[in-house]
């Protein structure tokens, strides 16, 4: 992947796949599509406001920290957006 530092997040049409390859279908309605930095597809929860980062094939998540994507598990990157306590 490119850097990640000097990726412009940009907004097309929305890509649902990699959310849709990671989450059941009765939390999908949950997520706001927010665009995507290069190849990491950056979806938003409604009720937390917090982002999950996906890679475009739904194998990687990432968690942005200070002005990069750094890679985190599945689980890590689940527990986050769905809690509010993180």
Same mark, same amino acid.
């Not at 530092?5 to 929305?14: R, S």
């Not at 665009?35 to 409604?46: C, F, N, P, S, V």
């Not at 917090?50 to 890679?55: F, Q």
């Given at each position: 992947m490119t850097d990640p =530092?000097? !990726? %412009? #997040?940009? !907004?097309? &049409?929305?890509n649902w796949a990699p959310l849709e390859l990671v989450l059941p279908a009765c939390e999908l309605e949950n997520f706001m599509y927010m665009?995507? %930095?290069? &190849? #990491?597809? $950056? /979806? =938003?929860?409604?009720a937390t406001r917090? /982002? $999950?980062? #996906?890679?475009a094939d739904g194998q990687r998540f990432y968690r942005y920290s200070d002005g990069t994507y *750094? &890679? *985190?598990? =599945?689980? !890590? %990157? $689940?527990?986050? *957006?769905r809690n509010r306590d993180h």
């Open positions: =530092k000097q !990726v %412009a #997040i940009t !907004v097309g &049409e929305p665009g995507r %930095a290069g &190849e #990491i597809e $950056l /979806y =938003k929860h409604w917090r /982002y $999950l980062n #996906i890679s *750094v &890679e *985190v598990t =599945k689980a !890590v %990157a $689940l527990d986050r *957006v």
